[in-house]
């Protein structure tokens, strides 16, 4: 009796069926860096956290026009008709004014201008760390969205070499039967699951579809094609190995948290300007005026022919100090003191959220090492399986469904492992983004494992 798998083992075909799978395309195959960099420009997301940012930065510099000088130029024309009686005689003119100042304003003393620019600062502060933690995001969806494409060509892959070691079986078992060596249970066995493979193909192919489409959307290119992981491959360990590490890290440095310290100085920083209702504010003033009249002097009773003008020059200091204001300037104290323990009750709770999704992460990755090793032991033994069920078929003391049954074994974990694999990958960045330190530059050694 043929050996069908001694020809073709599964580890071979699921090597020739990606090769197939990939064919000319691998040498126009992307890193996850050149990904990125195209991710990085065309995101939505990440250009809307840009643009604010950017605006924000703005807002800060116009809080600071308070602070100095406000300089204005005033001009008017102006045509005016007086009727003078004096008795029973009367008489009528008309004149022209032409009027032109130039007037300009200094702060000496507005402590709420001085608050509005402290708080544009920290608005600013805080719109980069929302920058921060878009571009941090898109790490990490770009990641997910690379490996799935990977784990999805690794599934079709894998069920491919599995749906062509089922029909060489069923082949066998065939053969088999018309020699009177098996029964036709044989063949209905081989026969349902060559079926099953060839549906669990076609969801393989919709799933890689769908995950190349997302792809696809991300990094705004049409069939971008993810470089595989280099074989052999040997993770990166966790390090530091203590989670209460990666929690004080992300405590410290997590831009949700940078973002919750900013606002709540903001807010701190609206109950002082608040208060200052009830504060003075004093200001340098200074003008230079010119009025001119075309037909001579209005308070003149007769009309004379010569024009007129007048200028006028001022400075001084205007104070203005508000009394009473109808109780506002307290009702507005007692709403920003709320406001002041909403912000503080905010980044409480981001502090909590960003501990427990640290710890979290932190644990996945560490179970996620241990199940790749588990896979690759599990692996070896399914391996050795197949080959001893293999064996023990050709001797007649095993029977079809335990070769058909080791085969799916050894594909189940296969794809298992390569998923475990990936899912290590991105949660390393997970971690690194839940503790708030993640950069661009942390995809270079996820980078340095693809094939070139």
């Not at 390569?418 to 530059?441: E, F, I, W």
Request: glycine residues 6%; charged residues 20%.
């Amino acid at each position: 009796m043929r050996e069908p798998f001694s020809r073709f083992p599964l580890l071979g075909c699921a090597g020739i069926l990606c090769a197939s799978l990939l064919g000319g395309q691998a040498a126009h195959a992307q890193s996850l860096i050149e990904l990125y960099n195209a991710a990085s420009g065309f995101d939505a997301t990440l250009q809307s956290a840009r643009a604010q940012a950017e605006a924000s930065a703005a807002r800060a510099d116009q809080a600071q026009a308070g602070l100095l000088p406000q300089v204005g130029l005033q001009a008017s024309a102006n045509r005016s008709w007086t009727e003078t009686t004096v008795g029973p005689a009367s008489a009528d003119r008309a004149f022209n004014a032409l009027n032109g100042s130039l007037v300009g304003s200094q702060p000496i003393y507005r402590p709420a201008n001085l608050i509005t620019r402290d708080q544009g600062r920290k608005q600013a502060e805080a719109a980069r760390q929302q920058l921060d933690a878009s571009n941090q995001d898109l790490i990490v969806r770009l990641s997910q969205a690379y490996f799935d494409v990977l784990g999805a060509q690794d599934s079709l892959t894998f069920v491919r070499a599995l749906k062509a070691s089922v029909a060489e079986q069923l082949e066998a078992a065939k053969r088999n039967f018309d020699v009177g060596n098996a029964t036709i249970t044989d063949s209905r066995e081989a026969q349902a699951r060559f079926d099953l493979a060839r549906a669990q193909e076609i969801a393989a192919e919709n799933d890689l579809h769908v995950k190349q489409l997302a792809l696809d959307q991300l990094v705004g290119r049409t069939g971008a094609l993810p470089r595989p992981l280099a074989q052999p491959i040997q993770l990166p360990a966790l390090t530091p190995a203590d989670v209460n590490t990666w929690v004080d890290q992300a405590i410290g440095q997590h831009p949700a948290l940078q973002q919750g310290r900013l606002a709540l100085d903001v807010a701190r920083l609206e109950t002082a300007k608040a208060k200052t209702g009830h504060l003075p504010t004093i200001d340098l003033q200074a003008s230079v005026g010119l009025t001119r009249y075309p037909e001579g002097n209005p308070t003149l009773t007769s009309a004379p022919s010569a024009s007129y003008s007048n200028r006028t020059t001022g400075i001084g200091v205007v104070m203005n100090w508000p009394l009473f204001a109808g109780f506002s300037v307290q009702n507005r104290i007692r709403e920003t003191l709320s406001l002041e323990d909403k912000a503080r009750a905010d980044l409480e709770g981001a502090q909590r959220t960003v501990a427990q999704s640290t710890r979290a992460a932190f644990f996945g990755v560490q179970s996620g090492l241990g199940q790749v090793k588990a896979l690759e032991a599990a692996e070896h033994s399914s391996q050795t399986a197949l080959e001893a069920n293999l064996l023990g078929y050709k001797v007649g003391v095993r029977i079809n469904i335990d070769v058909l049954n080791a085969q799916s074994q050894l594909y189940q974990t296969k794809r298992d492992l390569a998923k475990a694999r990936y899912d290590v990958l991105v949660g390393l960045l997970r971690l690194k983004q839940a503790s708030g330190v993640l950069t661009a530059d942390d995809l270079m050694p996820i980078n340095q494992m693809l094939q070139n």
